[in-house]
């Protein structure tokens, strides 16, 4: 015989029927997003460093991404640009037992083996910016199409140097990124793809030096400083990513060297990224353009992606182009860019 137990009308209510009237709400609660009730996820994040104004962006995407999830923790790393430490870091992550991997590679190779660890243990991993060279390692690799950021450098180049002479002619340095990362690499075969077929059609367009700066305003500055030593003639400086191009800017006013945009004796600046720092050297008519990624939305897409997969929907992207935006001072202020996100001002502002 069922015991049973008044209801406020005073009828009875078998237990048996109450525990499945428990059971039940406590699965609806759980099964709803964003009830305090569900199972809380621990998501390991890796960047690369901090020292990066890109990857400052990046991680403030992450942060943004993850509040959005009241189901999501953080455990926040960063590796100070060495390769070792983040393996270490990722390692210490994976036996914390994460839910998920979000991490920005410092090298493509160096990182596969932890990864396949994160693999074993069946923590799924999710590639920012910069990938795993293990193709399915990877739930999904989310970065901007770097070998088009490469490209439309030097094509953007080349228009002002057809404007500047009446042919596609000059002389060219190109301060390369961090060799080893794929956004490095990729934007570097974009650039020398693209000049090579140019100087082939234009002679007269030269590669007078090309250096790696690996991501660095200081290299960049150093670098840039013998090369305006040695070169009487520079008409324009291709550049990995925004710090480079700061860098070599600092160079060509410290030689004296630098002259108005317009003027034929103008350096032309091109960097990639779109950070506060390139910004403000456009407005002022210091840099020519930026190719600006977006980092804050980017890094709260992979977010979104991780508690996809979480909730059991893995019907997701393994490798996806984010958006990106050539910015001049024509185009800055832009309603089509700040639509886009001027990343750089808002990471600034604290926004």
């Known amino acids: 015989m069922n015991a049973t137990k008044k209801n406020p009308r005073g009828n009875a209510m078998p237990h048996d029927v109450t525990r499945r009237v428990v059971a039940a709400v406590l699965a609806l609660a759980c099964a709803a997003p964003g009830v305090a009730w569900a199972q809380q996820r621990k998501v390991g994040y890796s960047v690369a460093t901090l020292a990066n104004p890109f990857f400052q962006g990046m991680t403030k995407g992450v942060q943004m991404g993850i509040a959005k999830y009241p189901d999501l923790t953080l455990i926040n790393t960063s590796a100070n640009g060495d390769a070792n430490q983040q393996a270490t870091q990722v390692l210490d992550l994976i036996n914390q037992n994460v839910s998920a991997l979000i991490l920005n590679p410092i090298n493509a ?16 991993v999710f590639t920012l910016d910069r990938g795993a060279a293990c193709g399915e390692c990877q739930v999904n690799f989310l970065e901007t199409n770097n070998v088009a950021l490469g490209k ?28 080893g990362t794929t956004a490095g690499d990729e934007r570097e075969k974009g650039f020398s793809d693209e000049f090579d077929k140019l100087a082939k059609a234009n002679p007269g367009l030269k590669l007078i030096a090309r250096q790696a700066a690996d991501f660095d305003a200081d290299k960049g500055i150093n670098i840039m400083t013998q090369l305006l030593a040695a070169h009487n003639q520079i008409d324009a400086v291709f550049n990995g990513n925004d710090d480079n191009a700061v860098g070599a800017m600092r160079a060509i006013k410290q030689a004296n060297r630098f002259q108005p945009i317009g003027d034929k004796g103008h350096i032309i600046i091109v960097g990639i990224d779109g950070t506060e720092q390139g910004l403000t050297a456009i407005r002022n008519g210091q840099m020519d353009a930026t190719l600006s990624q977006n980092p804050v939305s980017m890094a709260a897409q992979s977010v979104a992606y991780v508690e996809q997969y979480l909730r059991g929907d893995k019907n997701i992207p393994a490798h ?21 996100g001027l990343w750089g001002d808002e990471v600034t502002k604290g926004q």
């Open 109 to 124: 190779q160096a990182i596969v083996p932890v990864v396949k660890q994160a693999n074993k243990k069946r923590i799924p």
């Open 320 to 340: 996806q182009y984010w958006p990106h935006l050539l910015l001049t001072k024509d185009n800055i202020d832009s309603p089509e860019a700040k639509k886009y």
């Open 152 to 179: 439309e450098g030097i094509d953007f180049i080349a228009q002002k140097l057809k404007q500047r002479y009446g042919s596609i002619r000059g002389n060219v340095v190109d301060l390369e990124g961090l060799r």
